[in-house]
């Protein structure tokens, strides 16, 4: 079956088609450049930029497999959660597609379509497993039990990782997204320079936080002169990133064996990041668990997983009527 998969849920548009699941034959994905002036996404901007990208998108996905519209025999598209503007296009679409083609239409969980990157990037990857789901809107720690079997078993009890990033990075003043500029920052700088606390709230829980992190960032600053600031900003970005990411790893590594499982799933826009790749892996081989990391072209907002978990449910039966609609905050 061949699936058109689509994601508008922020400033990424995407398209891309997926054969029976597994087997890409096109990944569109569109960055929008037009949120760098204001150092974060702006919502409606967000939304015009996919009016304009969308359907482009689509015919280059198209074009890229050698295929027609008509050959498309199912249309996935993320419902939610995500920003509201930006999913009614994507919603919008893929309806107007799926009736005129008369196709089956399938509403996709953002978080969900992201633990399916993982199976695309993995063939080998089979449940029972624990997911780190880390972006820019979202930190989760998931017991995949099954496909389209799921516990949320910790999230975020403020700030997701990647809001955490850019918000560094605009205290900073180095620019946005603040994700990869710290990451490459980082790379000449000693993780142990500043002391910044780690948030690990009780050690046995698996819920993150890091409005204390983010604050202690701006304490720092605070008494610090921006000569200062200047000279040491390898070292501030590799300490506020150290923070971060040892949280990350060691609730992750904690709930996989309090699970007795044997397997981690690192996923989302922040699992590009160099230093949790490597200390996520590092840190499951000394208990023997296995790490799959997708592409970063497959950890960033994408059609290609979109239309894979659309495939799962549509092999199902799962069909979603013309009344699909945006669900911004809808949970896994």
Do not use: W
């Not at 037009?34 to 304009?52: M, S």
């Not at 720092?220 to 070292?235: F, K, Q």
């Not at 970063?296 to 290609?304: H, Q, Y």
Request: with cysteine; charged share 20%; proline share 5%.
């Amino acid at each position: 079956m061949l699936i058109l998969g689509i994601d508008t849920s922020c400033d990424e548009t995407s398209a891309a088609l997926v054969e029976d699941g597994t087997t890409i034959l096109a990944n569109i994905v569109s960055s929008q450049g037009i949120h760098l002036d204001y150092g974060g996404v702006v919502p409606e901007l967000a939304a015009r930029a996919h009016l304009t990208l969308l359907l482009p998108a689509v015919d280059a996905a198209l074009q890229k497999a050698r295929l027609r519209l008509t050959d498309i025999e199912g249309v996935a598209v993320t419902h939610g959660p995500g920003l509201i503007g930006s999913l009614l296009i994507g919603v919008s679409a893929a309806k107007a597609m799926a009736y005129v083609l008369r196709r089956p239409l399938v509403g996709v969980n953002h978080i969900e379509g992201h633990l399916f990157a993982g199976f695309l990037a993995d063939p080998a990857l089979e449940p029972p497993f624990v997911a780190l789901i880390v972006s820019g809107g979202h930190t989760q720690l998931v017991h995949v039990r099954d496909r389209g079997a799921y516990d949320v078993i910790g999230r975020t009890r403020d700030d997701a990782a990647g809001e955490a990033f850019d918000k560094a990075a605009k205290m900073l003043g180095v620019g946005y997204p603040g994700g990869p500029i710290i990451d490459q920052l980082s790379e000449t700088g000693d993780p142990a320079y500043v002391a910044f606390p780690r948030a690990y709230l009780d050690r046995a829980s698996a819920e993150f936080s890091f409005s204390g992190l983010k604050n202690a960032v701006r304490v720092y600053l605070a008494g610090r002169s921006p000569d200062e600031v200047a000279r040491d900003l390898p070292h501030i970005a590799a300490s506020f990133q150290a923070a971060v990411v040892d949280v990350l790893v060691e609730k992750t590594i904690n709930a996989a064996r309090a699970l007795g499982l044997s397997r981690v799933l690192l996923t989302g826009g922040v699992a590009c990041n160099r230093r949790l790749r490597g200390q996520m892996t590092a840190r499951a081989a000394e208990d023997g668990i296995g790490v799959t990391c997708p592409p970063p072209i497959l950890c960033t907002d994408n059609g290609a997983m979109i239309a894979a978990a659309g495939y799962f449910h549509l092999s199902r039966g799962e069909a979603a009527s013309l009344t699909l609609t945006a669900s911004p905050r809808a949970r896994l």
